[in-house]
């Protein structure tokens, strides 16, 4: 190891798992650069000069691609990982991930908020180009992502030493709104429904499920004893459900009713 001098800056001479790497210092001043190579050389022994590299040299872009395609892969909604991505991508995909601070995280917050979202639906006279405000669940689903690929960065594949979107304050966020629907509507949309799709329907209106919680339903998820369907996921969540709907369930799942007490 060692310096040399070359146009008027000086570089370091490293020498890492056999392999000879050279480095600039950033300075022309000698005294400056011996402090420089000194430091790098004590990254090197306690094993953290590769990561100092590797934050340098790896872009946001180059991390959020690598995070959708390993970690998210053919997951349902991968399109919706896929926007929030190309919208982190637009302002950071450029920068290195050293240079990602919390204060670049705020300044992206800002712009996002204050840039909307411009989109196109149809109108009277055709398609017709729209703006929208972002709002801060939006903004707040994009730094998840990024924070999330930021500790894969971290824990699995060493590309940096710390996680900046873990210090950012998120969006608040305005309370949910429950709404139901009325028996009118109720009726309005079983007419409207073709008759494959009517107790389909009727089953998640009487249930409060999503489709994908209908679809997804196993064995294990049905207590036909108390008239209970079971969903476990993140947070356990019980649905009752009126008789005549439990034996369609098991009509289209193909599931044997135990009819004790039905």
């Not at 601070?101 to 840039?115: C, D, G, H, N």
Request: proline letters at 4%; aromatic letters at 8%; a positive charge.
């Amino acid at each position: 190891m060692g310096l040399y001098r070359r146009g008027g800056v000086w570089w370091m001479r490293l020498k890492v798992k056999g392999r000879e790497a050279r480095r600039s210092t950033g300075t022309g001043d000698r005294r400056l650069a011996m402090k420089v190579l000194s430091k790098v050389e004590t990254e090197i022994v306690e094993g953290r000069w590769f990561n100092v590299v590797e934050e340098r040299t790896r872009t946001v872009g180059e991390m959020i691609d690598r995070y959708i395609e390993t970690h998210i892969g053919d997951r349902p909604h991968r399109s919706r990982y896929e926007a929030q991505g190309r919208a982190l991508k637009r302002y950071l995909g450029i920068l290195t991930l050293a240079e990602v601070t919390p204060k670049v995280l705020v300044e992206y917050k800002a712009r996002r908020r204050k840039e909307g979202t411009t989109y196109t639906r149809e109108g009277k006279t055709g398609e017709v180009t729209a703006h929208r405000d972002v709002g801060p669940g939006t903004i707040n689903r994009e730094l998840t992502l990024l924070s999330a690929a930021f500790n894969m960065a971290v824990k699995e594949w060493e590309w940096c030493r710390e996680n900046p979107a873990a210090r950012v304050s998120r969006e608040r966020e305005p309370p949910g709104r429950d709404r139901y629907l009325k028996a009118e509507e109720d009726m309005e949309l079983l007419k409207a429904c073709p008759g494959w799709l009517r107790e389909i329907i009727a089953f998640a209106v009487n249930t409060g499920m999503r489709q994908g919680e209908i679809l997804s339903l196993q064995r294990p998820s049905v207590d036909l004893f108390r008239r209970v369907l079971k969903r476990h996921s993140l947070c356990r969540r019980k649905f009752p459900c009126h008789c005549n709907r439990l034996f369609f369930l098991v009509a289209v799942r193909g599931i044997e009713p135990r009819t004790r007490g039905l």
